[in-house]
């Protein structure tokens, strides 16, 4: 029977979607194997995010600014100072599922799903190869740090950052290296990461940096290129408005302090390679060191000795992995770099995002260039399914193995259906995204230690919508009350439904002065909804619009014109 091009091409495409869906499946319930969120570094502080969404959600705030739930009812203003919008889908599954920990595995697994296909689409894009793009999947998308992100650390939104890496990557490689007219991809990924997690945005620009001193003099068309960037950053400024225009709106109202401060510090290089060979994801706490796994690491060492078969542009990609990896190692010079703004990422280890999205392009790379010099290229797919057995193996036995580990497993550090549902989850880390003045005081605050005439009370603060509610008994005229609550630039106080003025306490928290006596006073402290987060909103909504629309608008452009612009790049094989 004779079946089209057109009707292969479906299959293939459907095949695709269920081999992923499929691997996506097993690695989301093999996380959920005792119905809990394990202990990880992070878990806490990210289950608190979702808890705090989804009943912002739930009561019709679909732009929320500070959390009234959780976080202990201080008014703290977690989703200005974190990116929210791409974590916002999990904490809108909370309310579909009845049990909260199948909500998060279910968006867990959707979230491995879309890292799968955008991974390989990224691959097809930069070498147009099919079968490689699955093979680079495959070994990014089953690689033992993302593994860490997920589990171990439970750092959901450096994960979903290096969902977004090599869209970045892509990126920075169109607009300089190649075809500066998709400028729109790197704004599409910088804005995504923006949206995602600050820290992997200043890594990923910070390592962009790196990457221009080494090889611009490769590149051409520099006016053209430079032009390109500037919409590209432009666009990426417009599509995160959303987060950026109130974060910077807070940031410049009162002072802030660095959020937890930490001396650079790279980890044992030997350390970081034993580790590597025995594919542990164990928790750093239970005396593992994070590291990019076996398969790259082997990856890497099989590079150098096959570097000399490399072509320019993976000879470059390869150098880039190996810097990449050797910045999170203790031989790399931090402390040249402590007192420069890059500080910020607190741990270096953090550049093993980078190192295993590079290491996966050179162990595709590898085994590609194996298939090819032993004519192997008709037994790809069988060749492909093995990889992908061998690799979901080994997740899943590193998986099992961390799993077991005392303190990832314990009782008071595991996050159950029931916390959740009470929140009651101690999300930690107040002090970090308070005023300098709430930080320095945070731990009255959190435990409602506020003042009335300057005498310490402890209030009992209730969440009502998007409120926190405050009932006193009779508070006679001039008294003046110091709430528990962070007090932010937009903050807004009514008492009985009356608009009342306020000012900062000492403490960085709510005060205000009673004009008359009141016998029964409620207050309601309230976070204001401005015109100008409205605006901020509706403008990243037209520009991913118009970002995501160019991406199929390709056709305009001059053809002839680009080809001319290309010639160096498909003839002498030399960009980056």
């Not at 691997?23 to 878990?43: E, F, H, Q, R, Y």
């Not at 699955?134 to 589990?151: D, M």
């Amino acid at each position: 029977m004779h079946i089209s091009v057109s009707t292969k091409g479906l299959l293939k495409f459907l095949g695709l979607i269920l081999f992923y869906a499929t691997l996506s499946a097993i690695m989301a319930v093999t996380l959920n194997s005792k119905g809990i969120i394990w202990g990880g570094d992070d878990a806490p502080f990210h289950v608190g995010r979702l808890i705090s969404l989804n009943y912002s959600f739930e009561h019709g705030n679909l732009i929320p600014s500070i959390s009234n739930s959780n976080f202990r009812q201080i008014g703290y203003g977690i989703n200005l100072f974190y990116p929210w919008i791409t974590i916002a889908p999990i904490a809108l599954l909370f309310s579909l599922f009845s049990n909260p920990i199948t909500a998060f595995y279910t968006g867990i697994g959707i979230y491995f799903f879309i890292s799968f296909f955008i991974s390989h689409i990224v691959m097809v894009k930069f070498s147009k190869s099919f079968w490689n793009a699955i093979i680079f999947s495959l070994f990014y998308n089953l690689s033992n740090y993302l593994l860490i992100e997920v589990l171990p650390r439970t750092d959901i939104a450096e994960f979903i950052a290096t969902i977004l890496l090599p869209i970045c990557f892509l990126g920075l490689y169109e607009v300089f290296f190649r075809d500066f007219h998709k400028w729109n991809i790197l704004a599409i990924g910088m804005s995504g990461l923006l949206l995602t997690h600050l820290l992997s945005t200043v890594i990923v620009s910070s390592f962009f940096i790196i990457i221009l001193l080494l090889y611009i003099i490769k590149s051409n068309n520099y006016w053209n290129r430079i032009k390109a960037l500037c919409k590209a950053i432009f666009a990426t400024i417009c599509a995160s408005a959303i987060f950026l225009i109130p974060f910077l709106n807070e940031i410049t109202f009162q002072p802030y302090e660095q959020p937890s401060p930490y001396i650079l510090k790279g980890k044992v290089l030997e350390k970081i390679v034993s580790a590597s060979f025995l594919n542990s994801s164990v928790q750093s706490t239970s005396g593992n060191t994070y590291n990019i796994g076996v398969f790259l690491i082997v990856a890497l060492i099989f590079g150098l000795i096959f570097f000399y078969k490399f072509s320019t542009l993976y000879k470059r990609i390869y150098v880039l992995a190996f810097l990449s990896f050797f910045m999170t190692t203790n031989v790399f010079p931090w402390s040249l770099f402590q007192n420069t703004p890059i500080r910020v990422i607190q741990f270096p280890f953090r550049f093993l995002m980078v190192a295993t999205l590079l290491a996966s392009v050179i162990a595709a790379k590898l085994l590609i260039m194996l298939i090819d010099d032993f004519n192997l290229s008709k037994l790809q797919f069988p060749i492909t399914i093995i990889l992908a057995a061998v690799l979901c193996g080994f997740w899943i036995s590193s998986v099992h193995i961390t799993q077991q580990q005392k303190m990832i497993s314990k009782k008071t550090q595991i996050i159950t259906s029931k916390k959740i549902k009470k929140r009651t989850v101690y999300e930690d880390y107040y002090e970090q995204y308070s005023p300098a003045a709430a930080g320095k005081f945070i731990n009255s605050t959190i435990w409602h230690i506020g003042k009335i005439d300057k005498q310490k009370i402890t209030f009992d603060p209730q969440a009502k919508g998007e409120s926190t509610v405050f009932k006193l008994g009779e508070m006679p005229k001039n008294t003046v009350v110091e709430l528990p609550v962070i007090r932010y630039k937009n903050t807004e106080l009514t008492i009985n439904g009356k608009h009342a003025k306020i000012s900062t306490s000492k403490n960085g928290t709510v005060r205000t002065k009673f004009n008359q006596k009141i016998k029964h006073p409620k207050l309601k402290v309230t976070y204001k909804l401005t015109n100008l987060t409205i605006f901020s909103a509706a403008l990243s909504f037209v520009s991913w619009v118009f970002l995501l629309l160019g991406l199929n608008n390709e056709n305009k452009y001059n053809w002839k014109h680009m080809e001319k612009s290309l010639k160096n790049i498909k003839y002498n094989n030399s960009a980056v």
